[in-house]
């Protein structure tokens, strides 16, 4: 059925107002792989994300790179910006395989402009909205609908830390019902849960911070943004008091394919988070900031169509959905050989380890195969890709057997519904009941400690070669330091890349740099000398 996009606003204590927006349709992905320029410039990323927008995305893309890509998944042209979220998979309980959860219609980026003097996003202009590591709830019972936004300054509830986690949104879908308010569940639900009540599958939500203090980006690329004190809408702080587009993430995943019917299992994001609360999502702008400020200033209809805005439409028409799931950008050497939609894995791309509570949600340390596929990248140029065609590279996006649902069935506009007019469940719907007890043991070699006052240090044997194709390491040669009572064992890895394809042939790399770029991803073995206290 064809659904109805509701744009009257229902804020509490304030009469219904309609505010202008407009939906920016990217119905491609332009990948899936582990590629985050923002947190892991440079370098390959942790988890896997699904990127939509400019072909020039990359693991060292900046505004140069963007705007030069030669497409965009995206209807506007002129919209070379990259939006990622984390990758949605199924884990099956009884075998303990994951597979990926296919992606419906893409993205809708809403661009709502609320505020005053509503301004648009600078050159260089970068954020991330979220926790990535956040696995637990402190804005009260999660499980219980949110309280009037009145209250929230009543109740100490309007904190950067609090507004964020409500910022966050699982929507369930049915389209034979009224549609569900926006950011009206703050986590994910379980399968159990979404069999019997989403059968459209699950709609993820992420609001993004509209206050600005002026600057590009910030050390934890968030701080220099902040959230009026009602989420999306309300009063900036004093320290941001500049307004910018208010951007609003909608992605749909297909949580009721065929493939998962009937199996005992639990959805995770790619990050190994199954509750929700650590969703994120990742911005970075390809405007032309003059041409967005046109468009800020002048679509001010409450259609939330892009057709009724002669800035987008003047310059031609909108790229076609075709045209718009054409377009991918190019996989990075250093990931040629992994497949993060692969039809079942045995582990997360990156070896990811499901966290199901804050004790375990921290950043971890890095495993010595990803440290050395970074080493790869700054030595080759961190997005270098073979100078043959694509499709000799194995494909980090969905097939075109994907279901992809058309845009007149796919529930959007919820953004437009900000107050649930009744409660979420009163008990939880996720949950570790859907799932082994027992996780796949990490990969990551633990340094060994010996409390020895010996200073010869113990052998330690060197860390497994990894199992993923097209990658092996060596031992180059071992080191051993002694420092302040402190010793060292250093051992130097060589990384070589092997792709299998005819078209390829070995990736050599001078041994001089190698060592020099391998220096800062050592594995360490430190052996204490009868210290305490450390």
């Known amino acids: 059925m064809a659904t109805k996009t509701l744009t ?50 990359g693991m060292g893309a900046a505004y140069a790179d963007l705007t030069g890509g030669d497409c965009t998944s995206c209807a506007v042209k002129q919209d070379k910006s990259a939006y990622w979220t984390p990758n949605m998979y199924f884990l099956d309980s009884e075998t303990g395989e994951y597979s990926p959860v296919p992606q419906v219609g893409g993205m809708l980026a809403y661009y709502l402009l609320r505020g005053d003097n509503v301004t648009a996003f600078p050159t260089g202009f970068q954020m991330v909205a979220g926790s990535n590591y956040r696995r637990d709830y402190t804005v009260g019972d999660p ?34 019902k009224a549609a569900e308010p926006s950011l009206y569940r703050h986590y994910l639900p379980n399968k159990t849960f979404t069999d019997a009540n989403c059968p459209d599958g699950l709609r993820l939500e992420l609001m993004f ?44 995943w297909d949580t009721n394919a065929a493939e998962f019917q009937g199996k005992s299992g639990s959805f995770v994001m790619s990050n190994g988070d199954r509750t929700g609360f650590g969703y994120h999502g990742d911005f970075m702008t390809g405007w032309d900031p003059e041409f967005l ?43 040629a050989a992994e497949n993060a939609i692969a039809n079942t894995m045995t582990e997360l791309p990156g070896g990811v380890q499901i966290q199901d509570g804050p004790e375990s949600a921290t950043p971890p340390g890095g495993n010595i195969i990803d440290q050395a596929t970074s080493v790869i990248g700054g030595i080759l140029g961190g997005d270098s890709t073979p ?29 437009f519904l900000e107050n649930p007019t009744s409660a979420t469940p009163s008990t939880p719907d996720f949950g570790a009941d859907d799932v082994p007890s027992t996780t796949t043991p990490s990969s990551t070699p633990t340094p060994s400690t010996s409390t020895s006052t010996s200073i010869v240090p113990t052998t330690t044997s060197a860390p497994p070669a990894t199992s ?21 064992e250093i051992i130097w890895m060589q990384p070589v890349v092997y792709v299998t394809e005819d078209s390829f042939t070995t990736v050599t790399l001078p041994a001089q740099q190698k060592v020099r770029k391998a220096r800062d991803h050592v594995v360490q073995h430190r052996h204490n000398h009868g210290r305490r206290g450390y």
């Open 387 to 415: 100078t043959t065609t694509s499709s000799s590279i194995p494909s980090s996006t969905p097939s075109t057997s994907t279901p992809i649902a058309t845009t007149s069935s796919i529930q959007s506009g919820g953004a």
């Open 143 to 176: 499980y219980s609908a949110d309280p009037p936004q009145s209250n929230w300054a009543a109740l100490k509830q309007t904190g950067q830390s609090d507004l964020e986690q409500r910022a966050v949104g699982f929507n369930c879908l049915d389209y034979k």
């Open 209 to 252: 911070p509209s206050c600005w203090n002026g600057g590009l980006d910030s050390d934890d690329h968030k701080s220099h943004v902040a959230y009026p004190d009602l989420v999306g809408n309300g009063n900036c702080p004093d320290t941001h008091t500049q307004r910018l587009v208010t951007l609003f993430f909608e992605t749909i």
């Open 468 to 488: 993923e194709p097209g990658v092996s390491y060596e031992v180059y040669s071992t080191q051993t330091i002694t420092s302040t009572g402190l010793v060292e």
């Open 293 to 335: 400020q046109e468009a800020v200033d002048t679509c001010t209809n409450d259609s939330g169509e892009l057709t009724d805005c002669g800035v987008f439409t003047s310059n031609g028409p909108l790229l076609s959905e075709a045209e718009q799931r054409e377009c991918k950008f190019k996989t990075p050497l250093v990931l």
């Open 8 to 57: 009257t606003l229902a804020i509490l204590g304030m009469s219904s107002v309609t505010e202008a927006f407009w939906r920016m349709e990217c119905r491609g992905s332009t990948g899936v792989a582990r590629v985050d320029p923002i947190v892991d410039f440079g370098k390959v990323s942790g988890h896997a994300h699904t990127v939509h927008g400019s072909s020039g995305f």
